[in-house]
């Protein structure tokens, strides 16, 4: 059945039989299988799959990088590299093979860019409608991509939460399934296999501490779930990463919950950041990221826009990864908890790049101009 939220009104999440789920989700058998998110499939929901061969991003040491910082173990997932161009690949490709799967029809999306156009692009090619409901101000690349993908595009003047009102007004009186940030149960399940990722690429093992940007937390949330299915599997121990959420300076909700030590999020006033995935003033799941990172041991750095296009230069031409501004706010989240020695020398720390910086032209040149 489709479903959007819980009964009690929260996220949705997906269950496995986890004991089951080990006996064929094997090291073994991962080896033998496609370099796609999909080779996970004991752990993920059934449905024929649409693909466009999403996940499975390299895990790229920078050792260049890592030395300028004093680090001597620090790792960028690049998912630029995903289709679509962004970590947003992983989720919508998850989230439209059930609704497709479900019987839905026409998929409805309030996104800051990415999402949109993963989800046109995977809409597209599961031969369903997508409706794309963006801020007017939202990268052309992402405007140019939906359009492309024959999605029906609609500009709203405010933000994404302005934006999820839109959906959630229209979806019913006009058939859409909406596929909003963890109102729906897969696109975290999509999401989730960066984490079992990792787990892969450092063979069997997870590093010490993840950098990740948070807009709606989706993966932060996603990778905690992995690591708790992979204990219940016997792939690792109780030990976990620590989570760290990096967030924009103009736009950051969850850093002024987790300073005043609140569970809950308030509406951030006057959002604004060049890095738009990172322009959720209210995101929905906050109790769900929060109680993550607490968890995990981890926190949460907010890094300016001056920052964010310093440090994508830096990551740029120290190790040629060419990063989404949302990316390279973690290089400055790891530089200040290296300062602060949150991370230490020794630290397994990975990065999540989570778009390519190709989608975002108008923004780097004017960052590479001033
Ligand atoms: C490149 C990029 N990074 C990070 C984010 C934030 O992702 P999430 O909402 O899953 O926290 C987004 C969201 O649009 C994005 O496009």
């Not at 989700?25 to 299988?33: M, S």
């Not at 466009?52 to 998912?79: F, H, I, N, Q, W």
């Not at 940030?181 to 399940?189: A, D, F, I, L, S």
């Not at 569970?263 to 929060?290: C, W, Y």
Request: aromatic share 6%; charged share 20%; hydrophobic share 45%.
């Amino acid at each position: 059945m489709l479903r959007n939220l819980c009964d009690c009104g929260r996220t949705l999440f997906a269950r496995y039989d986890l004991p089951r789920a080990a006996r064929t989700l094997t090291r073994q058998a991962l080896a033998a299988r496609p370099a796609t998110m999909w080779r996970y499939d004991e752990v993920l929901p059934p449905g024929e799959r649409v693909s466009l061969g999403e996940g499975m991003t390299p895990l790229v040491a920078c050792p260049r990088l890592a030395a300028s910082l004093g680090l001597s173990r620090l790792l960028v997932k690049d998912e630029g590299l995903n289709p679509a161009g962004s970590f947003k690949a992983r989720g919508l490709s998850a989230a439209v093979t059930c609704a497709r799967a479900l019987g839905a029809t026409t998929l409805a999306i309030p996104t800051a860019g990415n999402a949109g156009g993963a989800l046109a692009a995977y809409a597209a090619r599961a031969g369903l409608r997508a409706v794309i409901v963006m801020p007017a101000d939202t990268p052309q690349a992402n405007v140019l991509e939906c359009r492309a993908a024959g999605a029906d595009v609609r500009k709203l003047d405010g933000l994404i939460s302005d934006c999820g009102r839109y959906v959630a007004e229209n979806a019913p009186r006009e058939g859409w399934f909406d596929v909003s940030t963890t109102k729906e149960p897969y696109r975290v399940e999509g999401k989730k296999t960066m984490g079992y990722e990792l787990w892969e690429q450092m063979d069997g093992a997870l590093p010490d501490v993840i950098i990740y940007p948070a807009g709606g937390g989706v993966g932060l949330i996603g990778m905690v779930k992995a690591f708790d299915e992979m204990q219940a599997m016997g792939w690792i121990g109780p030990e976990r990463p620590r989570m760290v959420a990096v967030q924009a300076d103009g736009c950051a909700p969850l850093l002024a919950a987790w300073q005043a030590g609140r569970d809950t999020v308030e509406m951030f006033p006057n959002a604004h950041t060049l890095a738009s995935g990172l322009r959720v003033p209210k995101p929905f799941a906050d109790v769900e990221i929060l109680t993550a990172i607490r968890r995990s041991g981890g926190t949460v750095v907010a890094a300016t826009d001056d920052e964010m296009f310093a440090a994508g230069r830096e990551l740029a031409s120290a190790e040629g990864i060419f990063a989404a501004p949302e990316g390279a706010a973690t290089v400055v989240a790891v530089r200040k908890l290296a300062a602060m020695r949150f991370i230490k020398p020794a630290d397994r720390t990975v990065l999540f790049n989570t778009g390519t910086g190709y989608k975002y032209l108008e923004v780097w040149q004017r960052a590479l101009e001033s």
